[in-house]
């Protein structure tokens, strides 16, 4: 297995000199039983693997700051009896060596070596309120210091979240991290690819899903990113629909929100396209309508621009639209001040994208006391997705020819020094691009 040494132990060494003193404890995900004797797939807490590289359960990371910085591993025996039933494990010492931690010892260890490496240290930096084990465990430990204070030990007095300094890291992709997501992003666009190409009417929406699921493994993506939402006609007007077991008609539209995981790193793209390969009059009134504000909406991904600008850009043009194909009644204003659009226009225009589909990071720059908080600037090396939307349930006060049609078109963007980078072009999205692939 290829690690990338430096750039894990370089999130390390950021991450401790931004501690400046004491001690961070990360854990990383449990393992979860799907029933006896069977898991589901283990995947990593994103937080711990950011920090490690490492994709082991049963495993701990401890980072010291101060004069003596150091990390160091916690994880699982090496054990052939083990191995033999679950597969390779690395055991401490090859695990040391392989992803550069200055010491490793095994989990079975862990609360008689914590206790000597949280003795004496002024901070705890901990992700409290996580996991209830865990915040029981850390405070277990904890209280087995403050019982020595008469021998002169003592615990930290300070505890402090680790999200929050990790978070702020995690906002910036590294160019390490740029190329795993441009990859992940690839492999999930040519899947939507091939679903216009395989879609056709009286088909399951689960035929359609299973078409990502092969693309997505045999590309070398571990899992798709999230629940894929494969949802033709009116079920695309539920936002997080994921039965996906109704037949496709003909004349309907197809809504397909799919993306990967490739090492950890998300794609997440949305195209929705007519399941028979030509988009109905009203059906293009819509899309043409949404893929308008989402082209307005990426023209304001850039640094002069704070968060909230993109979501600003999709909204003015949808609500103009709104009232232009008579979904929503008076002015411009009058429609964003009453919210009447939200009768179509639901939720936001994007997120932060990362090791989680919904990535770390703040949305607000922090507040002071006396300034409340602002949306924060775009910065370079920021991904976030651009997703806006339009679902049309009937309803006494929209047009007829417009029920049931849900529509939302996103795409993953990298914030740049001069602009924007979209990740997911090769996904087509113009009418006539999904046509073409369709006919094709
Ligand atoms: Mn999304």
Redesign the pocket.
């Known amino acids: 297995m290829n690690i990338n040494l430096t750039e894990f132990k370089a999130r390390r060494q950021k991450l401790i000199a931004s501690m400046s003193e004491g001690i961070a404890i990360i854990h990383t995900a449990p393992e979860v039983f799907r029933n006896r004797d069977s898991h589901y797939p283990f995947r990593f807490d994103s937080y711990f693997y950011y920090l490690t590289g490492f994709k082991e359960p049963e495993s701990v990371v401890i980072l010291i700051a101060g004069s003596a910085p150091k990390s160091i591993l916690f994880c699982r025996d090496k054990d052939i009896e083990r191995e033999i039933w679950d597969g390779f494990r690395y055991g401490a010492d090859a695990a040391r060596e392989t992803f550069g931690f200055d010491e490793a010892y095994s989990i079975n260890e862990l609360d008689t070596v914590v206790l000597k490496l949280l003795a004496n240290q002024a901070k705890l930096y901990f992700s409290l309120g996580e996991s209830a084990t865990w915040d029981a465990r850390v405070t277990a430990w904890l209280n087995a210091l403050r019982a020595q204070t008469r021998s002169g030990v003592s615990a930290p007095a300070e505890v402090y979240d680790l999200r929050q300094l990790v978070d702020e890291m995690r906002l910036y992709k590294s160019p390490y991290e740029i190329d795993l997501m441009r990859r992940s992003a690839n492999i999930a666009a040519n899947a939507h690819n091939r679903a216009m190409q395989f879609a056709k009417p009286n088909m399951m929406e689960y035929e359609v899903e299973a078409e990502f699921l092969h693309e997505f493994y045999r590309k070398g993506a571990q899992a798709p990113a999230y629940t894929s939402i494969v949802a033709g006609g009116a079920n695309a007007c539920t936002l997080h629909y994921s039965a996906n077991n109704a037949k496709l008609n003909d004349g309907d539209l197809l809504l397909i ?1 799919a993306g990967c995981e490739l090492d950890g790193y998300a794609s ?1 793209i ?1 195209r929705t396209f007519p399941v028979n390969g030509k988009f109905s009059a009203a059906q293009k009134d819509i899309y043409t309508l949404v893929l308008t504000a989402q082209h307005a909406a990426i023209a304001q991904v850039n640094i002069a621009n704070h968060w909230n600008a993109p979501h600003e850009a999709a909204l003015d043009v949808l609500i103009q639209g709104f009232i232009d194909l008579k979904l929503c009644k008076g002015s411009k204003d009058a429609v964003l001040e009453t919210g009447d659009y939200r009768q179509f226009y639901m939720h936001r225009t ?2 932060w ?1 990362g090791l989680d ?2 990535d770390a990071g703040e949305y607000k720059a922090p507040k002071s006391n006396d300034t409340p908080a602002q949306w924060r600037m775009l910065e370079a090396n920021m991904m976030l ?1 651009v ?1 806006p939307g339009c679902y049309i349930r009937p309803a006494d006060n929209v047009p007829e020819h417009f029920w049931n049609i849900g529509i939302r078109i ?1 795409d993953d963007v990298l914030v740049t020094s001069h602009g924007c980078d979209v990740l997911t072009l090769k996904a087509a999205k113009s009418v006539a691009d999904i046509e073409d692939v369709m006919q094709r």
């Open positions: 929100d997440d949305t994007g997120h994208l589909v919904h997705t997703e996103e």
